[in-house]
């Protein structure tokens, strides 16, 4: 028996005006999805917990049964995995952004006129950065974005953004954000490093960093070893990847289509127990303001679903939206998201339609991200018994 | 004003194939349940969280309002005050099969051919056991189970089970599982006891004690000084009984047929203001597979309900399974299970019938096994008020 948790990345929506107050998903046609409500026991979820407005990388944390608030301090360790390095423990790690700064340091263009060649030499010039009693890993990642570890004794987290966020302003000094000794020298190390890599990059239209979103190396229990079955996970974006790899999880390039990528995913539960797939696009389209767009894009996933009512007759799938991306605010919200659990076992209840407003009549009530896992599990009968 | 907390052991179930997919509580005719439903507020509990598979002890525990995860270390402890036990801070105990072995120990009899006479006397020779620093306290309890209690300095619950928990293989030598000496310690007086055991019980069928589920004894804050209202317990399970003597609860030796043990617990809340009953058969017919004897047992204890109707009037009452117990697993899942809350003074809801789907679209929505106490003390107007 199987496990696929399908996650549409900001599919939920809250109502919208130019939908005459529907959602999304209220309006697009989706036979399948809706086809599964019927099928399955559905729901509202929280990501984390109520009105907490999350990003991608800490609801995957949960949703794949992590506390986010205890192993997520920065993006940086899940994007410097996302791209393939191997953080090690004590490891701090920062996105980052190559960019066009004046002589004085003031930000021109936080993207570098979105460079897309040649990063890999100038990665090569940082990665000859020395800075003494600290190693420096950085790799070059899509268009203008890179991830720097910096490896050594005694570094921490606890430091602010050389990012000023905004063009016309300059790089900000990293300041230690708490009061120990090690933020203040590990701030002190990431302020040398800026001043060597504006040296190194001189005369380049990216002649510099911009570091934020720093992190500590997380320590993830194995996916594995957490639950006793095997986890892979199926994903366009970096981010994602870098936490089904920390987890211990295989990782596979996503197919580009969602037909191809649905039997991709069904393909790869030969090998493995459960499968975490993740589609990106409903989110970007929400933060383009584009309606339509997300629209057209939910029929369009909803038709690469049909093999997945065969599936659920015999293994458990999970469809639900990561978290709200709201179209009129263009960004993340922490308004619950629908889902549905379809399986063998599964208690069925009586909604009949796969949005917002329908799945909060449905059977499993209002429950958590951190709670899927478990029932998914449970309903596996793969779970352990507390007590007798 | 009283209350009765009726616990129908592993009641819910999973939809079951071969009722077509319905539950034996959607299948049972229950008169008297639904008229529950119909007159109080109804919702589904999770007995711990959300798809955690629990044992009918730590439910109890968290029914009763204690946080399981901090007092629950094994069952032993429980079984211990369920056959009459006194525990002192500092014990440890296991339950115990008396087992035959052979020259090598291999277990050939997991339950000395479920031997039912003589045990007391095999105990008093087992009590006649010396070791040093420890005393041992030793009790046969039903057929071919006892109970042992360890008293001394620094022993420690954290070793593994001497019980192979199958025939054909070697009593298992007792290892400690952490690191501390008082484990390592207790390990060790645990082994030379099985020494002394077999050497005490040489030539009798029943030549061996296996012992497993060490915990260490509870503190449990007393029932009366927690709520402020004295609580009794009918049950004629010896874990439910040793839960409730824990908690110092009166604990009342059940009768057997429903009708007279539904008068029993009416007349024990003459002197009482609250009542734990457990009704366990449901759960044994669950681990049977036995489907239409469960649902025959759900109709014989709605028969036994009517007085109920009558008492919910004046008095509150809470209907419940303690977990889910599936037909087709044969053993304890995850599942929320039905719970219907009626009183003077319960919101009711438009819910009219006491299943897992029903009860799914009730007034209470997705609550836990630790509220329950804290709703009932509400409504009966017996709690404290955090704050002005």
């Known amino acids: 028996m199987k496990a696929l948790m399908l996650v549409c990345d900001g599919m939920a929506d809250r109502p919208v005006r130019e939908l005459k107050g529907r959602t999304p998903l209220e309006v697009a046609k989706k036979r399948n999805m809706d086809a599964l409500a019927r099928r399955g026991i559905t729901g509202i979820l929280d990501p984390i917990a109520p009105g907490v407005r999350v990003g991608s990388d800490t609801t995957h944390l949960a949703l794949l049964g992590y506390d986010p608030y ?69 790799k070059e990642s899509v268009s203008h974005r890179g991830v720097l570890i910096l490896r050594g004794k005694k570094l921490s987290h606890k430091v602010s953004d050389s990012d000023p966020h905004v063009t016309g302003e300059k790089v900000r000094k990293v300041r230690a954000l708490d009061a120990s000794p090690e933020a203040r020298k590990t701030a002190s190390i990431v302020n040398a490093f800026s001043e060597k890599v504006h040296k190194v990059l001189r005369g380049q239209p990216a002649n510099m960093l911009l570091l934020r979103g720093c992190g500590a190396s997380p320590r993830l229990q194995p996916f594995k070893e957490k639950y006793g079955i095997s986890g892979a996970c199926i994903a366009t974006t970096g981010i994602i990847k870098g936490i ?25 539960l030969n090998r493995y127990d459960f499968l975490l797939m993740n589609i990106k696009e409903p989110d970007e389209a929400s933060h383009d303001h584009d309606a339509k767009k997300k629209i057209q894009l939910i029929e369009e996933i909803d038709k690469a679903l049909k093999p997945l009512l065969e599936f659920s007759k015999k293994n458990y799938l999970l469809l639900l939206s990561d978290h709200t991306t709201s179209l009129a605010y263009g960004d993340h919200t922490g308004d619950s998201v629908p889902v549905v659990l379809c399986g063998p076992e599964a208690r069925t209840d009586y909604v009949k339609k796969f949005d917002e407003r329908s799945t909060a009549k449905g059977g499993l009530g209002r429950i958590k991200g951190q709670d899927l896992m478990p029932l998914l599990l449970d309903l596996m009968n793969r779970s352990e018994k507390f007590g007798a």
Do not use: H
Request: glycine residues 12%.
């Open 70 to 138: 205890e192993v997520y301090t920065g993006r940086g360790p899940f994007e410097a995995a996302g791209v393939g390095l191997k953080l090690r423990q004590g490891d701090i790690a920062f996105r980052c952004n190559f960019a066009t700064v004046d002589e004085n340091w003031v930000v021109l263009d936080r993207r570098a006129g979105r460079i897309s060649r040649g990063t890999d030499e100038l990665a090569r010039a940082i990665n000859r950065i020395k800075i003494p009693g600290v190693e420096i890993i950085f």
């Open 244 to 268: 089904a790899r920390l987890a211990g999880m295989e990782v596979i390039e996503a197919k580009q289509d969602y037909s191809a990528r649905i039997k991709q995913g069904l393909g790869t």
